[in-house]
Structures are given as structure tokens and as C-alpha cells.
């Protein structure tokens, strides 16, 4: 029993270096041995500068439809969101007061007409009488000059002829008086028609009614509008952009437009206008982006982001963005040589929306660069070990 006991202890003393070496190994392996790290490879791209804007949809072309005269509305042919063409009936007043002024007018332009047959008629009397007066008066002044007759009566019909010289001259005057009465009843007949027609309201153009201001029973003044129509070949973005990156935004650009409405879908578009003052306050500069293919389906004032492209390379070598940090106010990425990290300035040039930088110069085609988080990223230093993975 005594023998147990000594080699019980004896054991117990042997534990204590096995564990102590354990430990040793453990921490060696975990606490003191080198960062893992992963690495990428600077690899050729097709890359492209992006300029943001924030926008909202609008219309170039928005109409109002709206009545030519006052009066009340009795029927409505289209309502928001109907596609109409140009020249089709959208609203009807009520027209039963102006059909009277027409057919007024029509009476009062056939009452001058019947006028005119009866002066025409006169007037044909006057000259068939001014032409018998004028060959009496001829034919007893000769007479009279042969002392065939009386002067006293070749006078008297001298003076039949004067009179009537006078009966044909006022009889035209009457005909005149009659036509330019008659002009003017024609000029009231097409102001009457006129009215009748606007009482039908028509589509100025091709478009959709964006609202309907009026109702069914409502009564219209001159110019309020009843429809407000859109032309949906003009549906564009008016978006902002920092004046800091018009760098390169012009008209033409190729534009890429993503609407709140249709998620992650990118559509094509192309700036088509630029503005010519900035907002003093906000130090952005509107830009209108018009799309490629026209929308089918818009919401004007939706809100929507655009990135214009102001310039594209082919093929160049390039890294993933979050590779590229600052030390010492110089831009870089950090590399392993021989086990241990090293710091290696870049030039970089274009920085890809998609999360990619061009990489000018400081590395070459197929060169491995650390990338990780930027919380481990920040206690990296020169020299210190690491073990790279890919």
C-alpha cells in the first residue's frame, strides 16, 4: 500500500510539466502565432466613373386641357391614367344656350339674304329706268336744238335723268349696305358655330391624363383646366448633382437610372439637358436624364438615383476598393513579403461603382495584396508576420 501511495505522487509531480508545455504549445498557436490574412490578386478590368444624382420623374411636355368659354360640364369621356390620342372628346358642355345664338344667327344671315335679292331686284329696276330717262333726255335736247319742241320740257326730262342717275347710284348703295350686312352676319354665324364647338373639348395630343380636375355638373371658366395631360415620350429625371462632380457630365452622356418603384433594375438613359445655375444653398446643379425607352408605366415624382457615365476603360488593372487604404497620407495596400506585411504606395484612377478601383501604378498584373476588415486593418504595421491565404 505504502508503494501505491509513492507512485500516486510520483505521478502527480510528472503532470505538471506535461501540462506546462501544453500550454505553452496552445498559446504559440493561437495568442502568439501569426494574423491569417487573405489575399486577392490585381487582376484586368473593364471599369467606369459614376457621377450620382438624386432625382424625381417629371414630364417635359404636361398640358392642362382646359374650355375655351364658361359654361357647365355634362359629360366626361376620360378619366387618370387613360391613353388618349390627339383629337379625341374628352369633355362635352352644356351647349344648348349657344345652338340658340347660332340658329339666330343663321336667321339673321337668311333675312340678309332675302334683303339683297330685293335691293339686287331695285337696283336692276333703277338702271333699266336710268337707261330710258338718258335716251329721253338725249332725244329731246336735239329736239329742243330744232325748236321741235319746248325747251321747258327737254329740261323736264334732263332732269328725269339726273334723277335717275341718283335712284341707281342709292339703290348700290343699298346692295353695298346689305352685303356688309350680310359679312357681318356670316362673321356672327362662324362665331356662333365656334361656340357650339368648344363646347366639345378635344386632346391637344398624344398623352396620358395624368389628373382630372373637374367633375361631372361643374361649371368651367375660360382657361381652368379640366385634364392634365402628359406626353409620355418626354418622361425624364430632373436630378441634382453636387457641383464637386460635374467633372466630365455632359449632354450625351450615358446614364444609368434605377427607380424606387422597380427595386435593383437598372434602366439605360442619356443626359439631355444641363442646367445653367447651381442652387446656392444645396451647391448642386440640376441635370435632366431622358430615357433610352420610353416608360410604360411612370409616377411623376417618383424618386430615383441615376449615375452618369463620364468615362470608361477597357482592361486595366484594377482591385477591389476596400484593398486600398491611406498611411502616411499616401494611398496603398498592404502585401506580404516573406511572411511579413509591407506597405506599397499606388496611383489609382478610376473608381468603379461596383467596388473596384483602377490601380495606375505601385503593382503589377497578378500581384497578391491583403485584403481584410478595416478593424484589423487598422492594426496592421510594417514588418509585422502574418500567414497569407488565398
Known sequence: MELLKKLSKKKRYMIWPVLLFAGVVIIKMTLL???RVSQVTVQKRDLSYQVYGNGTVEAKVVVGVSSKITGRIVELYADQ???????QLLAKLEDTDVIQQQRQSEAGLNKSGASLNVELATLQK???NLVLAEKNAKRYKVLAEKNLVAKLEAEQYETSYQVAREEVARSQASVDAVRMEQHAGSAGLGFAKSRVADTLIYASQDGIIISRDQEKGATVTAGMSIFTLADPRTIWIKANVDESQLKGVAVGKKTIITLRSSGSEQLAGTVARLGRQSD?????LEVDVAFSTPLVNFHLGEQSDIYIITATKTA???LPSATIVMKDNLR????????KLAFKPVTVGIEDRRGFTEIVSGLSNGELVVTAPATVVSSFKDGKKVRATQ
Open 33 to 35: 502565432a501569426p494574423l
Open 81 to 87: 391614367g387613360d391613353r388618349v390620342k390627339r383629337g
Open 126 to 128: 333703277a338702271r333699266a
Open 280 to 284: 446656392r444653398v444645396t451647391e448642386e
Open 316 to 318: 486595366v488593372p484594377s
Open 332 to 339: 496603398g495596400v498592404w502585401a506580404v513579403v516573406n511572411e
